[in-house]
Structures are given as structure tokens and as C-alpha cells.
């Protein structure tokens, strides 16, 4: 199975894994978090990813990051070799559960369908407007005949 690494901006990367394990505890062993700190250097972010990938060298590693062109995405792209570590920038948490759900795919499906999970997961919602709530100046009334409002 495909492992998740996750490589953003302090605190970005615990707080996912934090959610995900909560949310999927069963999969928290195939969950790795690398959190990039201000103060930072480039050279410490490839060498502590480096690391992360080695010590699961047998495994795929998906590795989801923050910002395309940002820090943690300039230095993944670095090190992943596009077959056995693939990038995937953008992550957000529908992203994450979509893969933590799927890692049991081929990796390029895994890219795949983590691309969709987040694209899926972002969308404009619009809360209805309790009823007996007062009307906003300039607002159409609700009345009997026309029935603006659902239920």
C-alpha cells in the first residue's frame, strides 16, 4: 500500500495528519507528517524528507504539500523521483481522505483520485435563512402565493 507523506508549513503538516487520524485512526502507520519551520533551511527540509522516504524505501510514497512553488513543493519535486514518490500539490482535507481512503490503488490512480477529492471537496455553500428571522433591508418579502423559500 501506498504510503502519505506530508510536507507544508508549520503547523500545517502535524495538524492534517492529526485530522486524518482521527478521523481514519486505522491508517495513522501509513501517515508520516514533515512540518517546514520559518527559520528553516532548504538543505534541512530535503535532508529530513530524504530521511522520511528512506526509511520506507520499499513503499510508494504519495507526498501532498501546501503551495505549488512554495518551499515544501520546490524541495519534493527535488526529491521524488515521479515513480515510486509522486507530488501532489494543493492538499486540503477532502484530498487527504480521499487518499488515505485509496492508497490501496496504483499510485498514478492515487494521484488521480486525490486530485478529485480535492477539487470535490471545495464548494460554495449556502446556508438557508431560518425562518421568522427578520428580513435585511431591501429583501423581498415571503408571502402566500409565490413561496420563494424551500422546505
Known amino acids: 500500500m501506498t504510503r502519505i507523506l506530508l510536507l507544508a508549513h508549520a503547523p500545517l503538516a502535524s495538524a492534517l495528519r492529526d485530522v486524518a487520524s482521527h478521523a481514519f485512526p486505522e491508517c495513522a502507520q501509513a501517515l508520516d507528517a514533515v512540518d517546514v519551520e520559518t527559520a528553516q533551511s532548504v538543505e534541512a ?18 507526498i501532498l504539500v501546501d503551495a505549488f512553488g512554495a518551499t515544501p513543493c520546490n524541495v519534493a519535486l527535488k526529491v521524488a523521483d515521479g515513480v515510486h514518490a509522486r507530488v501532489v500539490a494543493g492538499v486540503n482535507v477532502p484530498m487527504l481522505w480521499r487518499s488515505l481512503c485509496y492508497r490501496h490503488e496504483a499510485l498514478d490512480v492515487l494521484v488521480e483520485r486525490a486530485c478529485a477529492g480535492a477539487t470535490q471537496g471545495v464548494m460554495p455553500v449556502v446556508v438557508p435563512r431560518r425562518q421568522n428571522q427578520s428580513q435585511p433591508v431591501g429583501s423581498p418579502a415571503h408571502d402566500q402565493v409565490e413561496h420563494p423559500h424551500q422546505q
Open 45 to 62: 527540509v530535503e535532508a529530513a524528507l530524504r530521511d522520511r522516504l528512506a526509511a520506507h524505501a520499499e513503499q510508494e510514497t504519495l
